[in-house]
């Protein structure tokens, strides 16, 4: 029997409690537990001016927790004494061969980080109500697709989540943002704990560093594109340090891939079915480019772009999850058969020593490009937001 401690999002089900055992005793109370530290740091900004903490954030940053150390709050000092501590785990070549091997599958990669790695953290109807509780779904689609590429693009750059580096950077602004939407979350007072744990829980902050690690290689075998042992291993070493920075407690950070698996395996199997927020959600995301098309002729375009999307989608999520989310069964027949040739091809060209720097160049222009029309030509400063866009409106 469930314990009543548990969130009701914890679905146990018989099937998992065959495969995982007590590790699902172990995992379910993460879902109530958050970030301290962080948590800390956004209480210390509200009672500055307006902007004041952020302006802080990013001089410590910047250069450093010792330059603002007379003006900075003792919260924030703690923070910078945690994230500036490096692990004794890290090695900073892995970590860098993690991020060339992401970057080097260009197109693919992104196509995956919107189409897999975005809807499977939507697909959890406990996981996507934050999302749901900051408000304008709709309207504010693209710009989340551009922001988290943004990031991913950040971590994945050379030196990247050094200490001066603007992945680092990023990760903690992002820790923080988190921070103040738990903050701005509670003081809604429509929060449901029995139901969906805290807001931003350790459970679903491990969740997301696993959707851009094992679940992408999961996503480009199924695309036929084929990443070394070694690469793999050195993908989620990236993402297991980024975890750190993020803020996740180390006992849900994996050591290596075949860890991180049975994480991503144990979490997506006990989240429960996705719910009319899922599939909002997932909505807004696959049509976001046909509602802001501005012509007839970019209207079509974006409605072909949907359509080899959601083929791709459905071929990594499977059909019964796809059908779950409402995704479009589009017509597109030749699209898979053409995509999975151009995937195996890329990935033995890309085994070729002579090539890999030049894979690694063209991947990077892309995710350049696609980061500027994600974005718009607005920057992603990454600020905490002082309140929500509107009101929420979700399902229980």
């Given at each position: 029997?469930?314990?009543?401690?548990?969130?009701?999002?914890?679905?146990?089900?018989?099937?998992?409690?065959?495969?995982?055992?007590?590790?699902?005793?172990?995992?379910?109370?993460?879902?109530?537990?958050?970030?301290?530290?962080?948590?800390?740091?956004?209480?210390?900004?509200?009672?500055?001016?307006?902007?004041?903490?952020?302006?802080?954030?990013?001089?410590?940053?910047?250069?450093?927790?010792?330059?603002?150390?007379?003006?900075?709050?003792?919260?924030?000092?703690?923070?910078?004494?945690?994230?500036?501590?490096?692990?004794?785990?890290?090695?900073?070549?892995?970590?860098?061969?993690?991020?060339?091997?992401?970057?080097?599958?260009?197109?693919?990669?992104?196509?995956?980080?919107?189409?897999?790695?975005?809807?499977?953290?939507?697909?959890?109807?406990?996981?996507?109500?934050?999302?749901?509780?900051?408000?304008?779904?709709?309207?504010?689609?693209?710009?989340?697709?551009?922001?988290?590429?943004?990031?991913?693009?950040?971590?994945?750059?050379?030196?990247?989540?050094?200490?001066?580096?603007?992945?680092?950077?990023?990760?903690?602004?992002?820790?923080?943002?988190?921070?103040?939407?738990?903050?701005?979350?509670?003081?809604?007072?429509?929060?449901?704990?029995?139901?969906?744990?805290?807001?931003?829980?350790?459970?679903?902050?491990?969740?997301?560093?696993?959707?851009?690690?094992?679940?992408?290689?999961?996503?480009?075998?199924?695309?036929?594109?084929?990443?070394?042992?070694?690469?793999?291993?050195?993908?989620?070493?990236?993402?297991?340090?980024?975890?750190?920075?993020?803020?996740?407690?180390?006992?849900?950070?994996?050591?290596?891939?075949?860890?991180?698996?049975?994480?991503?395996?144990?979490?997506?199997?006990?989240?429960?079915?996705?719910?009319?927020?899922?599939?909002?959600?997932?909505?807004?995301?696959?049509?976001?480019?046909?509602?802001?098309?501005?012509?007839?002729?970019?209207?079509?375009?974006?409605?072909?772009?949907?359509?080899?999307?959601?083929?791709v989608s459905r071929a990594v999520l499977g059909e019964a999850l796809a059908e779950q989310l409402g995704l479009s069964r589009q017509s597109s027949?030749?699209?898979?058969?053409?995509?999975?040739?151009?995937?195996?091809?890329?990935?033995?060209?890309?085994?070729?020593?002579?090539?890999?720097?030049?894979?690694?160049?063209?991947?990077?222009?892309?995710?350049?490009?696609?980061?500027?029309?994600?974005?718009?030509?607005?920057?992603?400063?990454?600020?905490?937001?002082?309140?929500?866009?509107?009101?929420?409106?979700?399902?229980?």
């Amino acid at each position: 029997m469930k314990n009543a401690t548990i969130p009701a999002r914890f679905h146990e089900t018989a099937d998992a409690r065959r495969r995982f055992g007590d590790q699902l005793d172990r995992l379910a109370p993460f879902l109530l537990r958050v970030d301290p530290a962080a948590d800390a740091v956004v209480e210390a900004f509200a009672s500055m001016p307006s902007g004041q903490g952020f302006r802080l954030l990013e001089a410590a940053l910047a250069r450093g927790i010792d330059h603002v150390a007379n003006d900075a709050p003792a919260e924030l000092r703690a923070l910078f004494a945690a994230v500036d501590h490096v692990p004794v785990w890290v090695d900073w070549d892995a970590v860098n061969r993690g991020g060339a091997a992401f970057l080097r599958t260009g197109v693919l990669g992104a196509v995956l980080l919107a189409m897999q790695s975005l809807i499977r953290g939507y697909a959890s109807p406990g996981g996507n109500k934050p999302l749901v509780f900051s408000g304008r779904l709709r309207e504010q689609a693209g710009r989340r697709l551009g922001e988290t590429s943004r990031f991913v693009y950040a971590v994945s750059q050379a030196n990247g989540m050094r200490r001066s580096g603007e992945g680092f950077a990023i990760t903690v602004k992002v820790r923080i943002m988190h921070a103040q939407v738990r903050r701005l979350i509670r003081a809604s007072g429509r929060w449901q704990t029995s139901l969906w744990g805290e807001p931003i829980n350790q459970h679903d902050m491990a969740a997301t560093a696993l959707l851009f690690s094992v679940e992408v290689l999961g996503g480009l075998d199924k695309l036929g594109y084929h990443v070394p042992p070694d690469q793999r291993e050195d993908l989620v070493h990236l993402w297991r340090y980024v975890a750190y920075v993020s803020g996740v407690e180390p006992e849900l950070i994996p050591g290596s891939s075949a860890e991180a698996r049975r994480l991503a395996d144990m979490i997506f199997a006990t989240q429960g079915a996705p719910d009319d927020d899922s599939r909002m959600l997932v909505d807004a995301l696959v049509t976001h480019g046909i509602r802001s098309a501005r012509s007839d002729s970019e209207r079509r375009r974006a409605e072909r772009v949907m359509a080899v999307f959601c083929c791709v989608s459905r071929a990594v999520l499977g059909e019964a999850l796809a059908e779950q989310l409402g995704l479009s069964r589009q017509s597109s027949l030749l699209a898979m058969p053409l995509l999975r040739a151009a995937a195996a091809a890329s990935s033995r060209a890309h085994a070729l020593p002579s090539l890999q720097d030049l894979a690694l160049d063209l991947g990077g222009r892309y995710w350049q490009r696609a980061i500027a029309v994600g974005l718009g030509g607005r920057p992603a400063d990454f600020a905490p937001p002082e309140r929500f866009a509107d009101g929420p409106d979700v399902s229980a």
